[in-house]
């Protein structure tokens, strides 16, 4: 059996990121966002996001670990808590 890696398969990695795109509206609007919709939600630059993420006071959530590193998602619920925090 061999280790491949998902990025291996890009048709299956573009796939998976086009269902990602899609899931979790709601009415309050998309509770899953990408790091630029995320930025935008919470009004801050990217370097005060990304200190923010590296600091772990913003969760993220991805699939590093199988390859998809591209799939990095930000729930609103946890910015919105998030900032509350600060």
Do not use: C
């Amino acid at each position: 059996m061999t280790n491949n890696s998902l990025t291996d398969y890009p048709a299956l990695v573009g796939a998976v990121q086009s269902i990602a795109d899609r899931l979790e509206f709601n009415d309050n609007g998309r509770q899953w966002m990408n790091k630029q919709q995320a930025q935008a939600y919470v009004n801050l630059g990217k370097r005060a996001f990304q200190r923010l993420v590296d600091d772990e006071a913003i969760p993220v959530h991805n699939l590093e670990s199988h390859g998809l590193a591209r799939l990095e998602r930000y729930n609103r619920d946890e910015l919105d808590e998030a900032m509350k925090q600060l």
